[in-house]
C-alpha cells in the first residue's frame, strides 16, 4: 500500500554540498553534509549487540528465509541499515530495507539470504561480523524491493536474483565457500581491504559520504547525523572497497568534482513514492533517470538515505 507522497526529502536533497575528498585502490570518496531535522535517539545494529538490548532470531525455530524476529529489550530505539548483514542461525541474512525498531518492541523484519548452501543452526542468535552487501547487491535489492512494495505491499525480494548475485559475486572474487556465503568474500580479502580502509577514514564531521569508481559516481549514502555515518563507515567503505577489488587492472579517469556536483543537482527532480515501513514511519522509494534510491523518514526527519546509481559500471 502506498502511503501519502508528501515527503520533505526533494526539499532537502536541495541541501546537499560537498566536504572533503579522499581517494583510495581507485575509489573516490566525497564527504556529505545536509541540513536535516535529528530524528529521534537511536542507537545502532552493532551498538545495540554489543548492550545486550537486541535479539535477533529466526522467526520460528523451523525458519523462514525472508523474515527473522527482532526484540529490542533496550530504552532506545534500534537503527537497522540496508544491506547489513546478521551472521549465523540457520543462514546469513541481509536487511532488505532500513528500519527503526521501537524500544520494549518486538517485530519480523524483511531479509534476503546470503548464504544459500547452509539451512542448519550455527547459533541461536544473529550477531555482526561488521560488514554489508557490495554496493551492486544493495542496488539490486533496492529495485526488488521497489517491485514488491508496488506488486504486493511488502519490502520483499526475489531471492533467486540475490543468490545469482552472491554466486557472481563469490566466483568473480575468487572466493570459494562450501555454503556459498558472501561473507567468505570479505574473509579472502580482508587484509586488502583493511589497508585501504584505513586510507580513507570517516570524513570529518560529516553526514554521508559519495562514492566513485570506475570513472562514473555509483552512489551515495547519508544519514540525520554524523554520528550515525562514524558508526556504519567500516562496514559501508568495506562494501564499496570490496567491488573497486573486482575492478582490478581497469584505470579510468577519476571523477571530478562538477561532475558530481551534477550528479547530486538531479537528485530533488526523482520521483517518490512512500509506503509504511515496517518499523516506525515511512519506506521511502526514489526511481528514475539516472538512480534508484531508499529513505527512511521518521517524525519530518530522514534518519538514512542511500543512492545508487542505475548506470553504474560494473566489472
Same mark, same amino acid.
Given at each position: ?6 515527503? @520533505?526529502?526533494?526539499?532537502?536533497? !536541495? ?36 548492550? !545486550? ?52 518492541? !518486538? ?42 512494495? &508496488? ?104 571523477? @571530478? ?33 539516472? &538512480? ?24
Amino acid at each position: 500500500m502506498t502511503e501519502n507522497t508528501t515527503t @520533505a526529502l526533494p526539499e532537502l536533497l !536541495g541541501t546537499l554540498t560537498l566536504t572533503e575528498e579522499r581517494a583510495t585502490e581507485g575509489l573516490q570518496v566525497f564527504g556529505l553534509n545536509w541540513v536535516v531535522p535529528t530524528g529521534p535517539e537511536y542507537i545502532t545494529l552493532e551498538q545495540a549487540l554489543e548492550a !545486550g538490548t537486541l535479539v535477533i532470531t529466526e522467526a520460528s525455530e523451523g525458519g523462514s528465509v525472508p523474515e527473522l524476529r527482532v526484540i529490542n529489550r533496550g530504552d532506545t530505539h534500534v537503527l537497522l541499515v540496508q544491506g547489513d548483514h546478521l551472521i549465523g542461525a540457520k543462514q546469513n541474512r541481509t536487511l532488505n530495507t532500513t528500519i527503526l525498531v521501537r524500544p520494549h518492541s !518486538g517485530m519480523l523484519i524483511p531479509v534476503s539470504c546470503v548464504e544459500r548452501g547452509r539451512w542448519s543452526y550455527a547459533s541461536r542468535a544473529f550477531g555482526s561480523r561488521g560488514t554489508s552487501s557490495h554496493n551492486r547487491l544493495r542496488r539490486e535489492v533496492t529495485r526488488e524491493v521497489a517491485c514488491f512494495y &508496488v506488486s504486493s505491499g511488502e519490502p520483499r525480494t526475489d531471492q533467486g536474483k540475490v543468490w545469482g548475485e552472491v554466486d557472481r559475486k563469490l566466483r568473480a572474487m575468487d572466493s570459494p565457500s562450501h555454503s556459498m556465503a558472501l561473507e567468505a568474500s570479505y574473509e579472502t580479502h580482508r587484509p586488502r581491504i583493511e589497508k585501504s580502509r584505513a586510507e580513507v577514514p570517516c570524513p570529518k564531521d560529516a553526514q554521508g559520504a559519495l562514492f566513485a569508481y570506475g570513472g562514473k559516481v555509483v552512489g551515495m549514502e547519508i544519514f540525520d547525523r554524523p554520528a550515525t555515518l562514524a558508526a556504519q563507515w567500516p562496514k559501508l567503505i568495506g562494501s564499496h572497497l570490496l567491488d573497486v577489488l573486482e575492478m582490478q587492472g581497469a584505470k579510468p579517469a577519476p571523477v @571530478a568534482g562538477e561532475t558530481v556536483r551534477e550528479w547530486l543537482h538531479g537528485l530533488p527532480s526523482v520521483p517518490v513514492q512512500a509506503h509504511p515501513s515496517p518499523g516506525e514511519g515511512k519506506d521511502l522509494r526514489l526511481q528514475g533517470g539516472h &538512480v534508484i534510491g531508499s529513505a527512511l523518514e521518521v517524525e519530518g526527519s530522514v534518519l538514512h538515505l542511500a543512492v545508487f546509481a542505475e548506470d553504474a559500471g560494473e566489472a
